[in-house]
């Protein structure tokens, strides 16, 4: 069933006035693709929030290797949409490597284990009973964009690999994407656009950088959502403590695993990534984004997985597009949304 709620969403800024009227048709059916870990990963607490809100309908999830490896990010997503009672949603494994980025010293001194062939670890309470279904994640996404042209909404929080071979794999997939909505990306034309994983790149295009070029290069209608806006957050044990306040199965997941991370560092306050990015698309008025011309470098030096972003066209990113790049957050309200969500109980 489909409700509609028209929102009115200002975007202000010094030089520029815009307002923008946008409709958003409920529920939003979503691809769910990631580099799943189980808490305290962010990837794990922005499933949670799309698990429950009504406004999001989840027509699949598909697994791509990034925070760890592909067998990890498979196994952990299905013991949680086990332990969340969601078991009837189907996970496609995807990409377990980037398109060309190979393993290094660095990429192994630094966060991720994406090039890791590990076994993953026994998730809590167990391996899911339930397996990952036999189609891939690429035959999945384009399968069902073609089928349901203009419709689909693809929420996108780890490396952009699936995307891009989905986009390669089919001549038609860009331009039947409703929307694709990215947590990637570092902006430093705009303020807290430094990188995590090199001195400007930000981990999922450090990690996938050819993906991340030909996926912003496509065509498709994009919402990205960068380290900027990421940084106007931060999950305190305050926050923490309200949310586990309330017994469910999963604030119980989120006290077996997050419980003694604060215990060790009470004053770490976490950055909530993917989980901002995911909001965005249950209340896109929880963030503010401003239009950039957004590419990505893919010379194998200093700047490889740099986001670059501009208000005009500069030489050499010709055929750079244009795309919605956040870069503030309506905090309060996005705490209290998330809190909310998390804390209501499983189906
Ligand atoms: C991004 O990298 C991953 O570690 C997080 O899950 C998030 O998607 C932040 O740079
Ligand atoms: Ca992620």
Redesign the pocket.
Same mark, same amino acid.
Do not use: A, K, R, V
């Given at each position: 069933m489909t409700r509609l709620f028209p929102m009115l969403i200002g975007i202000l800024s010094l030089a520029d006035i815009r307002v923008a009227v946008a409709q958003v048709d409920y529920p939003v059916p979503i691809i769910f693709d990631t =580099?799943f870990v189980m808490p305290p $990963? =962010? =990837?794990s607490m922005a499933l949670m929030l799309a698990l429950q809100s009504p406004e999001i309908e989840i027509l699949g999830i598909t697994t791509v290797a990034? @925070?760890d490896s592909l067998e990890r990010a498979t196994s952990d997503v299905l013991r949680m949409l086990e332990i969340a009672n969601q078991a009837g949603i189907a996970v496609y494994q995807g990409a377990d490597m980037p398109l060309v980025h190979e393993k290094s010293d660095y990429a192994v001194r630094k %966060?991720?284990n994406w090039y890791s062939n590990e076994a993953p670890p026994i998730p809590p309470g167990g391996f899911a009973t339930k397996k990952a279904e036999d189609e891939t994640a690429v035959s999945f996404i384009v399968r069902t964009v073609m089928s349901r042209p203009q419709q689909v909404t693809l929420v996108a929080?780890?490396p952009l690999t699936n995307i891009a071979q989905a986009i390669r794999a089919e001549p038609g997939f860009a331009k039947n994407v409703k929307q694709l909505v990215i947590?990637g990306g570092a902006v430093a034309l705009l303020p807290d656009g430094a990188g @995590?994983m090199t001195p400007n790149a930000?981990? @999922?295009f450090w990690v996938d950088p050819e993906a991340a070029y030909v996926t912003l290069r496509s065509g498709i209608p994009i919402e990205l959502s960068p380290?900027n806006v $990421?940084r106007k957050s931060a999950l305190t044990k305050a926050w923490y403590e309200k949310i586990v306040a309330v017994e469910t199965p999963l604030t119980q997941l989120l006290r077996e695993t997050l419980g003694h991370q604060f215990e060790s560092e009470p004053d770490r306050a976490w950055l909530m %990534?993917?989980q901002i990015a995911m909001a965005s698309v249950i209340d896109p008025t929880l963030v503010t984004s401003e239009r950039l011309y957004v590419d990505v470098d893919i010379d194998h030096g200093i700047n490889y997985g740099v986001s670059v972003a501009g208000r005009e066209i500069w030489p050499g990113a010709e055929g750079a597009q244009q795309i919605n790049v956040q870069y503030e957050l309506d905090w309060p309200r996005f705490i209290e949304m998330f809190v909310e969500r998390v804390q209501k109980p499983v189906h």
């Open positions: =580099d $990963s =962010d =990837d990034g @925070n %966060y991720g929080i780890g947590m @995590n930000e981990f @999922n380290l $990421s %990534y993917d």
